[in-house]
């Protein structure tokens, strides 16, 4: 029976030391100064200036006209058009090129100042914008497709529905999401 009171002795005593050791170790801990940042997380910290995000958008926008010039030249390669389609087909890719995007008036400053009825007119305006320029896209691509062949419509089909299903129009949720403003503006999967 007198084991049992120096056993535990021992270990409220182990405890303590145990304790107290941790202790001064978080203490001493928090006098330190924190590291400074490095220069790459102070970079991340800061928001990029107006010319940086610009040029961003330029790389960004220069890199998809390349893929989709591409993608346009190898879509030309597989329908083997003959030279009495090249117009249609010249027509089809001047309807589909994307148009710079309309300098909208004002920013996001501006639409903190307006009441939301007034956001909503606007955001329904911008909307019946995207539904003309999308609802032009499908008439050129309809007119395209009428002067195609059965065998170049199914190769156009084929390249369609595989656009189709990278952009996550297939029903689920595949393809890329996109954080901004109603996602990534998706060329019928890049094809034109």
């Not at 297939?170 to 109603?182: D, L, V």
């Amino acid at each position: 029976m007198k084991l049992l009171p120096k056993r535990a002795l021992l270990a409220a005593a182990l405890a303590t030391a145990f304790v107290g050791v941790s202790a001064t170790a978080i203490a001493q801990g928090m006098g330190q100064t924190p590291a400074p940042a490095t220069t790459a997380q102070a970079q991340a910290a800061t928001p990029p200036t107006a010319e940086q995000h610009a040029q961003k958008h330029a790389e960004r926008m220069a890199r998809m006209q390349q893929k989709m010039a591409e993608r346009q030249a190898a879509l030309k390669a597989e329908l083997k058009l003959t030279p009495a389609q090249e117009p249609a087909w010249n027509a089809f890719i001047a309807r589909t090129q994307p148009q710079a995007r309309p300098a909208h008036a004002g920013g996001r400053e501006d639409w903190s100042k307006l009441t939301t009825p007034q956001r909503l007119d606007k955001m329904q305006a911008l909307k019946a914008e995207r539904d003309a320029r999308m609802q032009q896209r499908h008439d050129a691509i309809k007119s395209f497709y009428a002067a195609l062949n059965a065998e170049q419509q199914k190769v156009f089909d084929a390249q369609h529905g595989q656009g189709f299903q990278r952009a996550g129009m297939h029903g689920g949720h595949g393809g890329k999401h996109h954080g901004q403003h109603g996602g990534g503006h998706h060329r019928m999967g890049g094809m034109i």
